[in-house]
């Protein structure tokens, strides 16, 4: 018997013999069982077996085949037959992580009278401090014979309690867009053929009891962390067993395991919560700061310049704008999109990673030493997986450009091709550019870009191929942040942030659409990854025009950037952003190191969230109104997730602007400024809400007295 314990966690398989072990339970901390408990247990979920099906009790397998009476999506798929697997061994290597070693039936070997084990799949779980279980598995070819691999994938049980499902859907400029939906019979598969997740993936899959919220009700949520092509689903059979699975998507062909070769599945990280989606959540948070070290690092605030000037890079231009981003408190300055030789518009020159001499005759040098001679750090956007047809690249080097089959003709998207970088070739040559660049030049941030779908089948050597470019420049520039972009929000998963400390969550600064981005982004990612820019007052994707208050609100809660033309700022605008940026530094600490807290309302225009620092002494809320409220005086705002027994001042954080009300009367709190009140009142009885117009938001301060 196997138990994983951890943050009030349980895993519990059943490993006895040399039958593929079964999930027996993952969930709630069952409490330190001996032996003999577990096995009790263990004996306790066999089921009956049914009429009409297998004369033996159906469980829910580590591995689960057909030929282990599974009637779903199967764990292993090959084109050969598979042979039966056993238990062969099982290894603690480490604490709070198992590994299971399954091993076909033996086949003879060609030549020799002996016989050895024809497939071995090693499949990893591992509960980390923080109650997150990752798994994933490893399948190795023990035989003469190749063996061409279609699937390999991992599986986590769930129980028949959780019928309700959420995922996600999207498109550009409008990421992560929840749907619920109820599990019955059958499955819910979702599948990305983009090469990369997508604005469409489905990013975080959570299945949970009716009616769950943010605060409430159990969940069990996933997350593949792989950048290229996937599959998820979640299965319920009608042996009322049920599943969650994923893998990445393979083309026939496309992995061809010579002996002793092996391929690894990417890793399923899950959290279990009986708390609702924020304390799944914070799993992630948690691990992803504790191996990463996220909260710890600078997180300088950043003027990028692709909305301010475009393709327009003007020397005298740009370095007046880094005068207005070092006067309101900028402190990184990313050169965007433009600056490659006649780079002018997205038709041409992508590929070749020169600096225009036209327009930068001395090089980007001198804008370098004048922004770092200002106090700021220098940033430089690159896109090195893609081309113009238009660029000398791709002239030079048609076979270097990714097609379906040698010689077809490329499929144009965006005006780009997709550069082959499971190319040797190809893969030195990008790599070359990009480090001559960053050797050259005092570069300590690259916007890494990927602005078009892969839309080829094969994609596994592409994926990995670009994991290692970065990991390559990693290691040859240990200093280099890099930043995840791709067309938006494309490519926001865990493996890419295994290379980059931000993820750009859409290429929107429209804060309307950024409020729902970042509430559902933030699930999976903790603030000070994602990446939140200030654009001008009229959003350049969307065409809508909001107030100061509003933007300044949302940007607040993120690694916030600056995309405005500030050339073209009053000197009243000036002043209010330099006035938000000192609001920004203030809670920078507490939203780049809490805890998210989002509460559930009955009214979905008005929203709540906030960050509480994780002794409950301080924390930074924002209410939201993201349309005309239901009714004409709001119900009173819930704050969750503070200490229940600490008395707290809750007060209106000045961030630069101030919110428009539709109410000629405010609340007392409201006009007098602040309000004290327990924990444990503001949780349960609240304040009275802010007659906030739509489209606003107000940005409290609650500080433990």
């Known amino acids: 018997m196997i138990h994983l314990r951890a943050a009030g966690t349980s895993l519990v398989l059943d490993a006895r013999g040399t039958a593929v072990p079964a999930f027996v339970h993952w969930g709630a901390d069952l409490g330190d069982l001996s032996t003999a408990e577990l096995e009790r247990l263990a004996d306790a979920q066999i089921p009956a077996a049914s009429g009409a099906a297998v004369d033996s009790p159906i469980r829910s397998l580590i591995l689960p085949l057909l030929a282990t009476a599974w009637q779903g999506r199967p764990a292993l798929v090959g084109r050969t037959p598979l042979q039966p697997f056993a238990l062969s061994a099982v290894a603690r290597d480490e604490p709070g992580a198992v590994r299971l070693t399954l091993t076909s039936a033996p086949l003879p070997s060609p030549g020799s009278a002996v016989s050895r084990p024809a497939l071995e799949v090693v499949v990893e779980f591992r509960l980390t401090p923080e109650g997150l279980l990752r798994t994933r598995s490893t399948l190795l070819n023990r035989s003469a014979p190749p063996f061409e691999l279609d699937e390999l994938n991992v599986v986590l049980p769930l129980p028949a309690r959780a019928t309700e499902l959420l995922d996600f859907t999207g498109h550009w400029l409008t990421e992560r867009m929840p749907q619920r939906s109820t599990l019955r019979h059958g499955a819910w598969l979702r599948e990305s053929r983009h090469g990369r997740p997508g604005h469409d993936a489905s990013f975080l899959t959570v299945a949970g009891t009716p009616g769950y919220g943010f605060r409430s009700g159990d969940v069990w949520a996933a997350h593949l962390g792989f950048s290229g092509s996937q599959r998820v689903w979640v299965e319920r059979q009608v042996s009322a067993l049920s ?7 393979l083309a026939p062909g496309e992995v061809v395991l010579a002996p002793e070769e092996s391929y690894s ?18 799993r992630f948070h948690r691990f992803l700061r504790r191996e990463r070290g996220f909260q710890d690092r600078a997180h300088p605030v950043i003027l990028n310049t692709w909305e301010a000037v475009y393709f327009d890079h003007d020397e005298l231009t740009l370095r007046r704008l880094a005068d207005a981003g070092a006067r309101v408190g900028a402190e990184r300055f990313v050169l965007d999109d433009g600056w490659m030789t006649g780079r002018t518009d997205d038709r041409r020159a992508l590929g070749d990673w ?30 090195p997986e893609m081309a113009n047809p238009d660029s000398r690249f791709a002239r030079e080097h048609p076979d270097w450009i990714l097609t379906e089959t040698p010689g077809a003709t490329p499929l144009l998207a965006r005006n780009q091709l997709v550069v082959d970088l499971a190319n040797p070739d190809a893969f030195t040559a990008v790599f070359e550019a990009l480090d001559a660049l960053l050797g050259e030049y005092d570069i300590r941030y690259l916007k890494w870009d990927h602005n078009r779908d892969v839309p080829v089948t094969r994609t596994h050597a592409q994926t990995r191929a670009a994991a290692r470019l970065m990991d390559a420049l990693l290691a040859r520039h240990p200093a280099l942040e890099i930043e995840s972009c791709a067309s938006g929000g494309a490519r926001a998963d865990l493996a890419v942030l295994e290379r980059t400390t931000r993820v750009w969550a859409s290429d929107t600064n429209d804060p309307l659409e950024r409020q729902s981005i970042y509430r559902y982004t933030s699930l999976l990612l903790p603030p000070e990854v994602l990446g939140v820019h200030l654009g ?170």
């Open 243 to 249: 599943i969650i699975g994923a893998g990445e998507l």
């Open 354 to 383: 020169t600096v225009d001499s036209e327009r930068w005759p001395q090089g980007l040098g001198p804008l370098i030493d004048y922004v770092t001679g200002l106090g700021l750090d220098f940033g430089l956007w690159v896109e």
């Open 265 to 282: 599945t990417p890793w399923l990280s899950a959290a279990w919560s009986n708390e609702g989606l924020d304390a799944a959540s914070q």
């Open 536 to 705: 001008a007052p009229r959003s350049h994707t969307t065409g809508r025009t909001h107030s100061a208050a509003f933007r300044f609100a949302t940007t607040l809660f993120g690694w916030a950037g600056i995309e405005w033309n500030l050339l073209e700022a009053s000197e009243a605008e000036l002043e209010e952003i330099t006035r938000w940026l000192d609001a920004y530094r203030e809670v920078r600490p507490i939203i780049h190191g809490g805890t998210v807290v989002r509460a559930d309302r009955p009214d979905p225009t008005l929203w709540v969230h906030g960050v509480v620092t994780d002794d409950q002494s301080d924390a930074v809320f924002a209410v939201v109104a993201m349309a005309s409220p239901l009714d004409a005086v709001p119900a009173p705002v819930l704050v969750p997730g503070l200490d229940a027994n600490t008395t707290y001042r809750v007060s209106v954080l000045d961030v630069g602007a101030e919110p428009r009300y539709l109410a000629p009367i405010l609340p007392p709190w409201l006009g007098e400024g602040s309000l004290t009140l327990s924990g444990r009142l503001l949780a349960e009885v609240g304040l009275a809400a802010p007659p906030l117009a739509p489209e606003e938001a107000l940005v409290l301060r609650i500080t433990a007295v």
